[in-house]
C-alpha cells in the first residue's frame, strides 16, 4: 500500500462512522444468511422454540434496548470528546475518533438493532396466521443481546480509563515512539553527509524555476516519493520539495519547485498522486504531531485555568522518552538520488532542533513552578546525554542553549529561594553533564 493510500486509509479509521458502518453492515448480512439457513433446517433442532407471537415481543425487546443504548453511547461519546478538547488538547480528538473500542460498540449496537429489523420482516405483521418462526435467527440475537450487555461494560470501563491524564499521555507516548522508530531506524552518523542547501543553491543559480502550487488548504500528511519519482517526466527535471509531513500549505501555495521552469506543468498530476493533505494531521508519518500533542497537554495542564502540574511533568517523562531516542537517531538524508545517478530530488526533513523547539515551549509558561523546570532541566539533561553518547556533539550543544534560556528565564521569575534553589541546582546538573561540549 502507497503512503498516500495508506493516509487515506487512516483518515477513514479515524471517522466513528466507517467502522461502525462496516460491522452494522455485517449483522445485516448475518440476518439475511440465517433466515435462509432457518428456512431449510430443522426446527426442532433450535434453542428457541416459542410461537411466532412471543419470537416477535423477543426481536422488538432487542431492537427498543440496542438503539437505546446506541444513543446512550453516543452521547457518552460526545460528552468524552468535548471534555477531552478542554481539559487536554484538541489535537487530541483523533485518536478518541479512530478508537477501535468505541468504534466497535457503537458498531455492534446499531448493527444488533439492524439486524432485529430485518428478522421481524421475516415474521410478518402481528396476529397473521401459519407464520413461520426464525428459530435459529431469533436465538442468535438472544446470544448478540448478552454480547452487546458485555460490551457496553467494556466500552465504560475503556472510555472512564481512556480520559485519565496517565492513560492519554502514555498512548501518546507509546505512538511517538512508534513513528519515530519507524521514521528514523538509523543510528546517528548513518547518512552520507551532502549539503542540501549547496544543491538547491546551485540549481537557482542555473536558471529560472518552475513551482507546483498545493490544490488545497490544509496539513501534509504524507509524501510519497518512490510514487513522484515514478511520475516524473522525461528528461527528469530537478526537484525541490518544499514542504515535509505536519506543515500547513494554503491552497496555491508552492510546495515543488522544479528546474526547468517549463517542467512544472507536467509535474503537477505527479505531485497530485505524491502529496496528501487532509484537515488535521496524522502522526503516522509525522512524529513531530506526538511531541505536539504532549507538549500542548502540558501545557494547558500549567496553565491558570487548569493548575495541574502533575499532568505536565506526566508530559515531560513521555517527552524526555521520545527525545532520548530521537537524539540517538539519524534524520535520513534530504538528498535522495536515484539509482540511475541522475539529478537528485531535495525533500525538506525535519531536524532534530524542530522537535527540541517544541519542547522548549514548555518552559516559556513553567516559569512560576519550579517543578515542572525542574523535571524539564533533568529532562533536557537526559537528552543531551544520549545524544553526546551517540557523537551527536551539535545536537548536545543545542540541548545546553535551551537549557540555559529555561533556566535563565526561570530563575528570573522564581517566586521563593527554595525554587531559585532548586532551579540552580537542576541547570548546574546539566552545564556540569555537557562540560565537554559547552562553547
Not at 198 to 208: L, N, T
Not at 341 to 357: A, M, N, S
Amino acid at each position: 500500500m502507497g503512503l498516500n493510500l495508506r493516509a487515506r486509509w487512516l483518515n477513514l479509521l479515524h471517522t466513528l462512522w466507517f467502522l461502525p458502518t462496516l460491522i452494522g453492515a455485517g449483522y445485516v448480512a448475518l440476518a439475511l444468511g440465517l433466515l435462509r439457513v432457518d428456512a431449510t433446517v430443522n426446527p426442532h433442532a433450535i434453542v428457541f422454540s416459542g410461537s411466532a407471537q412471543a419470537a416477535r415481543t423477543v426481536l422488538q425487546t432487542i431492537a427498543d434496548a440496542l438503539i437505546t443504548t446506541a444513543g446512550l453511547t453516543f452521547s457518552v461519546t460526545m460528552v468524552v470528546l468535548q471534555l477531552a478538547s478542554t481539559q487536554f488538547s484538541p489535537r487530541v480528538l483523533r485518536n478518541f475518533l479512530g478508537d477501535r473500542i468505541a468504534q466497535i460498540t457503537i458498531g455492534a449496537f446499531v448493527g444488533i438493532f439492524a439486524y432485529c429489523l430485518v428478522a421481524l420482516r421475516s415474521i410478518g405483521a402481528s396476529g397473521a396466521a401459519h407464520v413461520p418462526v426464525p428459530r435459529l435467527t431469533v436465538t442468535v440475537a438472544s446470544v448478540l443481546a448478552l454480547l452487546a450487555l458485555v460490551l457496553l461494560v467494556v466500552f465504560i470501563h475503556h472510555f472512564a480509563r481512556l480520559i485519565q491524564a496517565s492513560e492519554l499521555t502514555a498512548g501518546l507516548g507509546g505512538e511517538t515512539l512508534r513513528a519515530i522508530d519507524k521514521l528514523y531506524p538509523s543510528g546517528f552518523g548513518a547518512a552520507e553527509e551532502e549539503d542540501p542547501a549547496e544543491i538547491v543553491a546551485r540549481w537557482r543559480g542555473a536558471g529560472a524555476r518552475g513551482t507546483v502550487a498545493a490544490g488545497r488548504a490544509g496539513f501534509v500528511q504524507s509524501i510519497d516519493l518512490g510514487v513522484l519519482e515514478t511520475r516524473l517526466p522525461e528528461p527528469r527535471p530537478r526537484v525541490h520539495v518544499l514542504v515535509a509531513p505536519g506543515d500547513f500549505v494554503g491552497k496555491g501555495e508552492p510546495i515543488v519547485e522544479v528546474w526547468p521552469e517549463d517542467a512544472a506543468d507536467a509535474l503537477h498530476a505527479a505531485a497530485d498522486h505524491a502529496v496528501a493533505t487532509a484537515g488535521e494531521r496524522d502522526i503516522d508519518q509525522d512524529a513531530h504531531f506526538g511531541i505536539r500533542q504532549l507538549v500542548d497537554i502540558a501545557l494547558k495542564a500549567i496553565s491558570p485555568a487548569m493548575n495541574d502540574p502533575t499532568t505536565a511533568a506526566t508530559c515531560i517523562g513521555y517527552l524526555r522518552s521520545a527525545l532520548v531516542v530521537l537524539a540517538a537517531r539519524e534524520i535520513p538524508s534530504a538528498v535522495r538520488r536515484p539509482e540511475d545517478g541522475g539529478e537528485p530530488i531535495i525533500v525538506r526533513r525535519r531536524e532534530f532542533g524542530e522537535y527540541l523547539d517544541t519542547i522548549a515551549e514548555i518552559g516559556r509558561y513553567a516559569n512560576g513552578d519550579a517543578r515542572v523546570v525542574r523535571d524539564l532541566l533533568a529532562a533536557l539533561e537526559r537528552v543531551a546525554g544520549a545524544a553526546l553518547a551517540a557523537g551527536a556533539e551539535k545536537r548536545a550543544v543545542d540541548v545546553l542553549a535551551v537549557a540555559e534560556a529555561v533556566g535563565e528565564q526561570a530563575l528570573a521569575e522564581a517566586r521563593s529561594s527554595r525554587d531559585r534553589a532548586l532551579v540552580e541546582a537542576a541547570l548546574e546538573q546539566v552545564e556540569g553533564a555537557l562540560t565537554p561540549v559547552r562553547p
